[in-house]
T-cell receptor, first 112, second 115 residues
């Protein structure tokens, strides 16, 4: 069964606004990763946050991790129409033989 | 580097037919894996390999076989296709030996339709 669950399932915003997506998981992790998937394409890695980190930034992306609540959030600031895609969180669990477990994703639509 | 490549991009099969989905990577990654993605869902792990000659089952292995004779290639075989195997299949690879190299690299996917 899938470990990560994203919330919301779908999000529609105007260009320039911020987009926030959340991910919850069930068991201890080594790290949590966010991936992006454009329609009909493969997944592209965005950012990784380790279990001993609480916040990480990369360009317009900000990721937070709360291991006590087993949750993470991805914030995209100043969104652009080109940010329209599905976003997935993936968890790398302790003792999982390097497997990543993916959530069901958030479909983000940024309207011009 | 070509990264992770997959062939074919699209395939139509009849129930009961067999086929092999090809995956290759040129990054010398030890770890390779196959996922399937169904509409509105995330990726589910089918099989994975941590090196040549070593394979193991993921979450949904039934109906699929894999082998890893070389570091570069990791084919996925459908033994007797069923409509339930209609999906998009993604191959991915990552390094194990390099420190701080947990990122997975994905291929473009193979869309499979089983009639």
């Amino acid at each position: 069964s899938q470990q990560g669950e994203e919330d919301p399932q779908a999000l529609s915003i105007q260009e320039g606004e911020n987009a926030t997506m959340n991910c919850s998981y069930k068991t201890s992790i080594n790290n949590l990763q966010w991936y992006r998937q454009n329609s009909g394409r493969g997944l592209v890695h965005l950012i990784l946050i380790r279990s001993n980190e609480r916040e990480k930034h990369s360009g317009r992306l900000r990721v937070t991790l709360d291991t006590s609540k087993k949750s993470s959030s991805l914030l995209i600031t100043a969104s652009r129409a080109a940010d329209t895609a599905s976003y997935f969180c993936a968890t790398d669990h302790s003792g999982s033989a390097r497997q990543l477990t993916f959530g069901s994703g958030t479909q983000l639509t940024v309207l011009p | 580097n070509a990264g992770v490549t997959q062939t074919p991009k699209f395939q139509v099969l009849k129930t009961g037919q067999s086929m092999t989905l090809q995956c290759a990577q040129d990054m010398n990654h030890e770890y390779m894996s196959w996922y399937r993605q169904d509409p509105g869902m995330g990726l589910r792990l089918i099989h994975y390999s941590v090196g040549a000659g070593i394979t193991d089952q993921g979450e949904v292995p039934n109906g699929y076989n894999v082998s890893r004779s070389t570091t570069e290639d990791f084919p996925l075989r459908l033994l007797s296709a069923a409509p339930s195997q209609t999906s998009v299949y993604f191959c991915a690879s990552r390094s194990i030996r390099r420190v701080n190299a947990e990122t997975q690299y994905f291929g473009p996917g193979t869309r499979l339709l089983v009639l």
